[in-house]
């Protein structure tokens, strides 16, 4: 079980907009910034958002991510097929002095 | 090309010890904090470890603690990761990443290697 959670799996269809979650608490997403990754099968994590809501150089506008209290959400616009991946959410942890990356969510285009 | 790349990894039996590393190329990898992130099949990512660019700092997962240590060697661009007493739930893909600053505490791991697979089995 991780200490942030997100749903499993999220679903859409080429144009849509899809966002999905990421619960922690006070001592990680309260606390701290938050990151988003895109892990695509057999290659290396790529990093999406970071500080909450900011776009290394190269990441698509169609990513959005935002915060408020202890919860994070990543929002994706004008889906694409490429888009299926994994996503997952990270902060950092002041009680376990940690990284905590979410379960990670399975987005499917349909 | 700013690249990872990791190496090591293979079949040991439980209880056992191996040493990951990572090479680095094409940025100065003694200005970066280092981080160990693992995926244990069909499950998410983990993170594993954490080193600053001196090696003044090192954090681990609770799951690794007094098992692993994270190491570094600027002179020759390499990060290193000594696992021991292995389990099987220690079998994974062990991949280390770059921690980079934005802007004041902004960071993230911008840089992944391929990773290398460790896999604990008797």
């Known amino acids: 079980q991780s200490v942030l959670t997100q749903p499993p799996s999220a679903t859409g269809t080429p144009g849509q907009r899809v966002s999905m979650s990421c619960s922690g608490g006070f001592s990680n997403i309260g606390s701290n910034l938050v990151n988003w990754y895109q892990h695509l099968p057999g290659a290396a994590p790529k990093l999406l958002i970071y500080s909450n809501n900011q776009r290394p150089s190269g990441v698509p506008d169609r990513f959005s991510g935002s915060k408020s209290g202890t919860s994070a959400s990543l929002a994706i616009s004008g889906l694409q097929p490429e888009d299926e991946a994994d996503y997952y959410c990270?902060?950092?942890?002041?009680?376990?002095?940690?990284?905590?990356f979410g379960g990670g969510t399975k987005l499917t285009v349909l | 090309e700013e690249q990872l790349v990791e190496s090591g990894g293979g079949l040991v039996r439980p209880g056992g010890s191996l040493t990951l590393s990572c090479a680095a190329s094409g940025f100065i990898f003694t200005n970066y904090e280092m981080n160990w992130v693992r995926q244990a099949p069909g499950k998410g990512l983990e993170w594993v470890s954490y080193i600053s660019p001196s090696s003044g700092s090192m954090y681990y997962a609770e799951s690794v603690k007094g098992r692993f240590t994270i190491s570094r060697d600027n002179a020759k661009n390499s990060l290193f990761l000594q696992i021991s007493s292995l389990r099987v739930e220690d079998t994974a893909v062990y991949y280390c990443a770059r921690e980079v600053y934005y802007h004041g505490s902004e960071t993230g791991m911008d840089v992944w290697g391929q990773g290398t697979m460790v896999t604990v089995s008797s």
């Open positions: 990270a902060a950092w942890d002041d009680s376990l002095k940690g990284q905590l």
